[in-house]
Nanobody, 115 residues
């Protein structure tokens, strides 16, 4: 089983940056794929970015060029660096791990972009 703990959400103004962290309870290199999702009120959950065990990354078109997913293997932590934030980025952001054919989810962290 994998426990995921997110941190780093908050309130920022448009154009600012924010970094989210997701700490895993198992060796991050053993996790097939990790990803960041978000869900805004009244909208479907959206996949933002993924990183697989060998390090390849992938991004949704809505965040490509603004968001960066990365990981620190020593800390078993994955990050989401978010730049040039927009009001439409406001949502609950959630970390996901696909490990041994099972999806695991963090509790989510609120990101609010507002002036």
């Amino acid at each position: 089983q994998v426990h995921l703990v997110e941190s780093g959400g908050g309130l920022v103004q448009p154009g600012e940056s924010l970094s989210l962290s997701c700490a895993t309870s198992v060796n991050i290199l053993a996790i097939n794929r990790m990803g960041w999702y978000r869900q805004a009120p009244g909208k479907q959950r959206e996949l933002l970015a993924t990183i697989v065990s060998r390090g390849d990354t992938n991004y949704a078109g809505s965040v490509k060029g603004r968001f960066t997913i990365s990981r620190d293997n020593a800390k078993n932590t994955v990050y989401l660096q978010m730049n040039s934030l927009k009001p439409e980025d406001t949502a609950v952001y959630c970390c996901n791990a696909f490990y041994k054919y099972t999806d695991y989810w963090g509790q989510g962290t609120q990101v609010t972009v507002s002036s």
